[in-house]
């Protein structure tokens, strides 16, 4: 799982102008994302979704929202530690984290990360 999230947030840019005008109904496209290596929530984690379940690990894409924002994360499925939220792993040990935002660099804003109390589901993919 680990080798996957490090690739979306190491090779996937925050696409600013697209969340500014994103229209109701968008519908990422991984094929994209992967190509121009850019993306908003929603296509970062569609890409990791993709991903993790082509490697059988289950997955579900989440939309709802982080404090106030309309958002999209995801959930694993770990064997030995059950559902893991909006995860990251320093070496040591997962944590929780939004793919998004740690992409961007803002990894710990405890006012949006917090301890995922935050996060406010609305959609289950």
């Not at 970062?44 to 991903?51: D, K, R, V």
């Not at 939220?85 to 984290?97: A, P, Q, R």
Request: charged share 20%.
């Amino acid at each position: 799982m680990y080798k996957v999230y490090d690739y979306v947030t190491k090779n996937v840019t925050y696409d600013y102008d697209k969340a500014a005008n994103v229209q109701s109904g968008y519908v990422p496209n991984v094929d994209d994302t992967l190509s121009t290596g850019k993306g908003i929530c929603f296509d970062y984690a569609a890409l990791m979704t993709a991903m993790l379940r082509s490697q059988r690990i289950p997955c579900e894409l989440i939309v709802g929202y982080a404090g106030e924002a309309y958002h999209a994360w995801i959930a694993a499925h770990c064997t030995d530690t059950g559902k893991v939220v909006n995860i990251e792993f320093d070496g040591d040990k997962w944590t929780l984290m939004d793919p998004t935002f740690a992409a961007s660099g803002d990894r710990a804003d405890p006012n949006v990360i917090g301890d995922g109390e935050n996060y406010n589901p609305v959609y289950y993919y």
